[in-house]
């Protein structure tokens, strides 16, 4: 019960980033300079982590034996990250939130029935697909997408993208999504290899900060002309990344990949409505309705059916 709870912790905390790291992008000017001073932050801060904690740097030998896919966390990081800044433009935001948690739902369920990357086994069963259904359910409901359904005249958010590109961008969504589920295994069992949550994570992001910093170098990006300066939360965004790599680290091998993706969901959508409603960080002040509650409570529900 405590796993599931600091995995609603972990996800709470993923809003809070990207506001921060948005805040960020406002005064660097380029998305991936931006993520690459997040993920360069969260490199810095588990670092420290690594050697107040375990008094050194990871045994990277311990990982040799691994296949090669036990070193791709980082990089799976980077390209989610990455994806999800060309998919809002093309699909709006409804599209860009449901298709990659349905991605990653679908991705966690498999990678526990089939013990894929190493992970724990937990077949897959009438129960957690009720769960997993009431989930994506919530998450429809959390998101406003029911209420602007209900609203008469009122229409969808829609991107860009028509005919087969549209359908093409939508299924990019689901991958990217099933890509952050394998992130969550992968990681795990380099921790469990490493004998150390946080020295995986570590590593993760050292693999990641080394692809951001290519990209950065191949797309020649720097400050933009009149960079400013924000307010100091803008530069959480790494930290609070490098607590949510850790967490998936140390909870996908403890309650398996499925439901750690899930209870994490959980987490990320009350911290977004929290900050909605609140208008905490800079965001526009809007108060959770009625129908966005209920759709939190459907995904409390599909954890509590798939942990039960």
Do not use: C, E, Y
């Not at 993520?35 to 107040?52: C, E, K, Q, Y």
């Not at 689901?174 to 004998?195: D, E, P």
């Amino acid at each position: 019960m405590l796993a599931v709870v600091f995995g609603v912790v972990v996800g709470i905390v993923m809003p809070i980033q990207t506001s921060a790291n948005s805040r960020l992008r406002q005064s660097v000017g380029s998305p991936f300079l931006a993520s690459l001073v997040s993920f360069t932050v969260g490199f810095l801060a588990l670092l420290v982590a690594v050697l107040l904690i375990d008094g050194g740097l990871p045994p990277l030998t311990a990982a040799l034996d691994m296949p090669a896919w036990i070193w791709s966390g980082g990089v799976l990081g980077v390209v989610v990250l990455t994806g999800n800044i060309f998919l809002f433009p093309r699909l709006g935001s409804v599209q860009t939130v449901v298709l990659p948690i349905t991605g990653q739902v679908i991705m966690g369920l498999l990678i526990d029935h089939f013990g894929l990357f190493h992970a724990p086994v937990h077949r897959l069963d009438p129960t957690r697909v009720l769960g997993a259904l009431l989930l994506v359910a919530g998450v429809l409901g959390a998101i406003g997408f029911i209420d602007t359904l209900l609203r008469r005249g009122a229409q969808v958010s829609v991107g860009s993208s028509s005919g087969l590109s549209l359908w093409g961008w939508r299924a990019a969504g689901v991958v990217f999504g099933m890509f952050s589920a394998a992130q969550t295994a992968i990681n795990g069992q380099l921790g469990v290899a490493f004998g150390s949550a946080v020295g995986a994570a570590l590593v993760s992001f050292a693999f990641g900060v080394v692809t951001l910093l290519l990209i950065n170098l191949a797309l020649r990006n720097r400050p933009a002309a009149g960079s400013t300066v924000g307010p100091w939360w803008m530069w959480i965004g790494g930290f609070l990344g490098a607590m949510f790599v850790f967490g998936n680290a140390f909870l996908s091998p403890v309650i398996g990949t499925g439901l750690t993706v899930m209870t994490i969901l959980l987490g990320l959508m009350a911290g977004s409505l929290l900050i909605d409603h609140f208008g905490l960080l800079g965001a526009h002040r809007k108060k959770v309705t009625l129908l966005q509650a209920v759709g939190l409570a459907l995904m409390v529900a599909g954890v509590g059916v798939i942990r039960l």
